[in-house]
């Protein structure tokens, strides 16, 4: 069974940053691509960023690409979320995701392991 637990949400001003993590339970975790997901109010889940399983691979949606940068460290079966210039459209709850695969994919039925999410809140 595998868990993912996210952590590093909070309240934020407009062009402030926050670094969420995502640790993960499992001898497989090397193997999988990571994918972030966010749902904001009122709103269906969408597809924010995804990373390979080597980290040599990465998409964005185009809502986050210049501000959003994912990484990942495999030795610590951790995967990360950097937001810079954070917006208060960027107000969501975020989810980290495991792929099927081990390369980038970014639809939701890609993916079956999910973590409870975190919340994100970004003030204008």
């Known amino acids: 069974q595998v868990q993912l637990v996210e952590s590093g949400g909070g309240l934020v001003q407009a062009g402030g940053s926050l670094r969420l993590s995502c640790a993960a339970s499992?001898?497989?975790?090397?193997?999988?691509?990571m994918g972030w997901f966010r749902q904001a109010p009122g709103k269906e889940r969408e597809f924010v960023a995804v990373?390979?399983?080597?980290?040599?691979?990465?998409s964005y949606a185009d809502s986050v690409k210049g501000r959003f940068t994912t990484s990942r460290d495999n030795a610590k079966n951790t995967v990360f979320l950097q937001m810079n210039s954070l917006k208060p459209e960027d107000t969501a709850v975020y989810y980290c995701?495991?792929?099927?695969?081990?390369?980038?994919?970014?639809?939701?039925?890609?993916?079956?392991?999910w973590g409870q999410g975190t919340q994100v809140t970004v003030s204008s």
């Open positions: 990373i390979s399983w080597s980290g040599d691979s990465t």
């Open positions: 995701a495991r792929a099927r695969v081990g390369y980038v994919v970014d639809r939701q039925r890609e993916f079956d392991y």
């Open positions: 499992g001898r497989t975790f090397s193997t999988y691509a």
